[in-house]
């Protein structure tokens, strides 16, 4: 079983930013992909940001130039930097991760979410 915690959410001024982390334990061999979704009010859910375990990453056209993701391989991490936000931007942001396990079956996982909000 693997486990992902998120933190750093919070309440930000539009154009402020904020810092999310996402930690990965449990029964891993590696893990794969690791991305960001989020979640609106009466939206669906939507992928934010994602990295491949080789570094390449892709953003949702919304956030291009504006968030940033990375991981740390080793310490199974993962950020995401979030610079001038948007009320638009509120949202629950999900961790999600495609675990080889010890076993080496895969599964993939989801945090529990953290909640960003972006208002005056």
């Known amino acids: 079983q693997v486990h992902l915690v998120e933190s750093g959410g919070g309440l930000v001024q539009p154009g402020g930013s904020l810092r999310l982390s996402c930690a990965a334990s449990?029964?891993?061999?590696?893990?794969?992909?690791m991305g960001w979704y989020r979640q609106a009010p009466g939206k669906e859910r939507e992928l934010v940001a994602s990295?491949?375990?080789?570094?390449?990453?892709r953003y949702v056209d919304s956030v291009k130039g504006r968030f940033t993701i990375s991981r740390d391989n080793a310490k199974n991490t993962m950020t995401l930097q979030m610079n001038s936000l948007e009320p638009e931007d509120t949202a629950v942001y999900f961790c999600?991760?495609?675990?080889?396990?010890?076993?080496?079956?895969?599964?993939?996982?989801w945090g529990q979410g953290t909640q960003v909000t972006v208002s005056s």
């Open positions: 990295m491949s375990s080789s570094g390449s990453s």
């Open positions: 999600n991760a495609y675990v080889t396990h010890i076993s080496r079956s895969m599964a993939v996982y």
């Open positions: 449990g029964s891993i061999f590696s893990i794969n992909n």
